[in-house]
């Protein structure tokens, strides 16, 4: 079935080091699936962090981005220069539209703390 | 914005016990969904509904039961709650299906004694 892997947790990085949290995924089903990285900040729910839907591009928000590789089928979240208010909880996940499938499949999570 | 809320946010009960989450969505949104989040594991969707009176089975649904009352509320029911359902349990919305953006409540941290 389709899956998701990502970096296991937790990671901890120093305000201002760059950060990169790893996420493959094997879409045996979807051509094209969507992909995802959502957020999960310390006792909120999840939010949408950036969601790409094209193979080969590029989504960003707030500092972090996310690259599209098919080929490798890859979906990396990096940021340059993380803070503090960055601690949090990062999931990536796909979803297949074309098929109208509800689901999203959710890779386990992984925690970040930043230290200041 | 979106708005979806759970309650209670932290439940304490025992085996054999039963137990209802709430969730409630402002949204407008036609589809809800109830997931598990375990150590180790993504999230696991249980039950989902795209509308009132409809229930969809999800991938773990062994052990629960769910009901749509309205558009807006969701309930998650546990009849014979056993340890192995202690977790954390979120809601979602989302307006449609088909992997669109899914809203998250801010979960319920269930433990099953």
């Known amino acids: 079935g389709d899956s998701v892997t990502q970096t296991e947790g937790p990671v901890t990085v120093s305000e201002s080091e760059s950060l990169i949290i790893n996420c493959t995924y094997s879409a045996t089903s979807i051509a094209y699936p969507n992909l995802f990285w959502y957020v999960r900040y310390p006792g909120e729910g999840l939010q949408l962090l950036l969601k790409?839907?094209?193979?080969?591009q590029k989504g960003s928000s707030r500092g972090f981005e996310a690259t599209y590789n098919k080929e490798t089928t890859s979906f990396h979240l990096q940021k340059a220069s993380v803070q503090e208010s960055d601690s949090a909880v990062y999931y990536c996940?796909?979803?297949?539209?074309?098929?109208?499938?509800?689901?999203?499949?959710f890779g386990s999570g992984t925690q970040l703390t930043v230290m200041p | 914005e979106a708005a979806v809320t759970q309650s209670p946010r932290n439940k304490v009960t025992v085996t054999g016990g039963n137990v209802t989450l709430s969730c409630r969505q402002t949204n407008s949104h036609n589809y809800m969904y109830w997931y598990r989040q375990d150590t180790g594991h993504g999230l696991r969707l249980i039950h989902y509904s795209y509308g009132a009176g409809n229930l969809q089975i999800g991938d773990v649904p062994d052990g629960y039961k769910a009901t749509r009352t309205t558009q807006e509320d969701f309930f998650l029911l546990l009849e014979l709650a056993s340890p192995s359902q202690t977790s954390l349990y979120f809601c979602a919305s989302s307006e449609r299906g088909g992997a669109r953006e899914q809203y998250f409540g801010p979960g319920t941290r269930l433990t099953v004694l």
């Open positions: 996940a796909l979803g297949d539209p074309p098929s109208g499938s509800w689901q999203l499949i």
């Open positions: 790409v839907i094209t193979a080969g």
